[in-house]
């Protein structure tokens, strides 16, 4: 038997139920299991069949693929964005240094670059593929 546990019923909904239950000649329980079942006896069980699957739908269909094999088509190369993300703190704590020197840039590049290389972080022409703007740039009347 399944059992049901219910701590937010207010406590005038309990003194009521104890009510009818006395009135019914019942336990508490009974009582409430009565009213759980003339409230859902007119409710269907919720079967595949009467959600308009056909008879037998799942038994037949799972594990019974008949045709050509199913093929993963290749993926992209796994790229661990914690690099990624390491490497943007770091500019960004790098030019935040330097916001008020003249050289700022310079230095911050030169840091930038120690810093790459102390934490052997690697980039590759594919990490900058597309990246760059190939246009011919904006028209300009003279």
């Given at each position: 038997m399944s059992q049901i546990i219910l701590e937010t019923v207010k406590p005038v909904v309990v003194e009521k139920l104890r009510?009818?239950?006395q009135r019914h000649q019942r336990s508490l329980e009974a009582e409430i299991t009565?009213?759980?079942?003339?409230?859902?006896?007119?409710?269907?069980?919720?079967?595949?069949?009467?959600?308009?699957?056909?008879a037998g739908f799942?038994?037949?269909?799972?594990?019974?693929?008949?045709?050509?094999?199913?093929?993963?088509?290749?993926q992209p190369e796994y790229i661990d964005a914690n690099e990624l993300?390491?490497?943007?703190?770091?500019?960004?704590?790098?030019?935040?240094?330097?916001?008020?020197?003249?050289?700022?840039?310079?230095?911050?590049?030169l840091r930038f670059r120690q810093k790459i290389q102390q934490?052997?972080?690697?980039?590759?022409?594919?990490?900058?593929a597309g990246l760059r703007d190939r246009s011919v740039g904006r028209e300009v009347e003279l």
């Open positions: 009510h009818l239950a009565a009213i759980l079942e003339r409230a859902t006896e007119n409710e269907p069980i919720a079967t595949p069949k009467n959600r308009g699957w056909s799942f038994e037949d269909v799972i594990g019974g693929w008949e045709g050509e094999p199913l093929v993963r088509e290749p993300l390491k490497a943007n703190d770091l500019i960004a704590d790098l030019l935040e240094e330097d916001k008020t020197s003249t050289t700022a840039f310079w230095a911050a590049t934490e052997n972080i690697v980039f590759t022409d594919e990490d900058f």
